[in-house]
Structures are given as C-alpha cells and as structure tokens.
T-cell receptor, first 114, second 116 residues
Framework: AQSVTQLGSHVSVSEGALVLLRCNYS??????LFWYVQYPNQGLQLLLKYTSAATLVKGINGFEAEFKKSETSFHLTKPSAHMSDAAEYFC????????????FGSGTQLTVLP | NAGVMQNPRHLVRRRGQEARLRCSPMKGHSHVYWYRQLPEEGLKFMVYLQKENIIDESGMPKERFSAEFPKEGPSILRIQQVVRGDSAAYFC??????????????FGPGTRLTVL
C-alpha cells in the first residue's frame, strides 16, 4: 500500500520569500515521487519527479525537491516566490513494481502575497 | 507534439442522462489513465487502460461507470444514469512505456462534469 500526506492545505508566502511545501510518503517498496502543479481550471503539469537517480531533483520554474528516505519526505522548495507561482500543488507516488496508478496527496494551495 | 486532448471541456447533464468523456493520448503513448477530482479533494485513480485492454479498474465505481480504449480512436469514460455526486473534474493522463515502470503521466486539461 502507498499513500502521500501533504501538510498544510493552504500556504501563504510573500513575493520573494522561500516556498516550502511539505510531502511525506508511505510505501512498502522504493517509491517514485512526483510533484504536479494545477492552475485554476486547468490540468496538472509535471514540476519534477524522483526515480532514484539523485536525491535532489531540480524541476521547472525554479522548483526543486529533496528525497529523504530516513524522513520519508519529498518536500518541494523554491528560493524566491513569484506571483505566477500561485496555484495548487500535488505530491504523488507510484510504488515501483507493476502498479502504475498515481496516488495523490490532498493538495496544497499556494498563495503569493505582493 | 500535441498534448493530451480531452473533450468536451465542460459537460452539463441532468440526473439520469449519460455522460461520455473522451481522451486522446499524446502521440506515441499507449497507456491511458483516468482520474476523478471531486470538489475540494485531490485526484483519485479510476482506471488504467492499454489499447483494447483494461489493465486495472480498481478505482472505478462498481455500477454505472465504464471505460474503453479501442484500437482506433480516443479512450472513452462513460457514466450512465448520472447523479449529482458524479459532478467532478475528470482527468485523463497518458504515458509511454519505459523500463522499470517510471513512466511519467502527462495530464489533459480535464472535463468538468456538472449534473443538474
């Protein structure tokens, strides 16, 4: 069984401040982890993914995430928030093996204040 | 390279009618997934299909819902006798086949179903 927990359904930061969105996973086998972003009334866009090649993963739009096995975490960060980062962010997991469906967290709505 | 296409983008049905949602995967992708996003919730997996085969339908409601991915044409998610609780955004994703199962899923823009 696999699951993802996103701490904080709403996060607000000031423009230019650090963005930190938290994600913890549970998986009985080595996981593959993803962060997606969803803008209003749109589909999901892949930000980055972890597939065991490197623990620090760099994605698009200046985002990155670090896989920490000891903490079962995959937190998303960006050094300096931009107004255009305001969106909903989803962490997701696929357990390695035959299962292919993504299991999503409940999402974190990011608000960027001017 | 066109992305995942879904139509219609918005669909309004009255209770008891049928809803048909279509998904055309990205070129070269042979795997299709359907997810449902209920209001104020994350996405939940419904079904995983390859051409002419349902691989995993563990997330599909037992009644009224069906999916297909024919040899030719788009994948179809069909909801019969819709009820208000079916109102949601339905997303399709597609992926290529990569070794080790690390295929990234690319999402379409979704179909927002409203049941009156």
């Amino acid at each position: 069984a696999q699951s993802v927990t996103q701490l904080g359904s709403h996060v607000s930061v000031s423009e230019g401040a650090l963005v930190l969105l938290r994600c913890n996973y549970s998986s009985s086998v080595p996981p593959y982890l993803f962060w997606y972003v969803q803008y209003p009334n749109q589909g999901l866009q892949l930000l980055l993914k972890y597939t065991s090649a490197a623990t620090l993963v760099k994605g698009i739009n200046g985002f990155e995430a670090e896989f920490k096995k000891s903490e079962t975490s995959f937190h998303l960060t960006k050094p300096s928030a931009h107004m255009s980062d305001a969106a909903e962010y989803f962490c997701a997991v696929i357990s390695s093996g035959s299962a292919r469906q993504l299991t999503f967290g409940s999402g974190t709505q990011l608000t960027v204040l001017p | 390279n066109a992305g995942v296409m879904q139509n219609p983008r918005h669909l309004v049905r009255r209770r008891g009618q049928e809803a048909r949602l279509r998904c055309s995967p990205m070129k070269g992708h042979s795997h299709v997934y359907w997810y449902r996003q209920l209001p104020e919730e994350g996405l939940k997996f419904m079904v995983y299909l390859q051409k002419e085969n349902i691989i995993d339908e563990s997330g599909m409601p037992k009644e009224r819902f069906s999916a297909e991915f024919p040899k030719e044409g788009p994948s179809i998610l069909r909801i019969q006798q819709v009820v208000r609780g079916d109102s949601a955004a339905y997303f399709c994703a597609s992926s290529p086949v990569l070794a080790g199962g690390t295929d990234t899923q690319y999402f379409g823009p979704g179909t927002r179903l409203t049941v009156l």
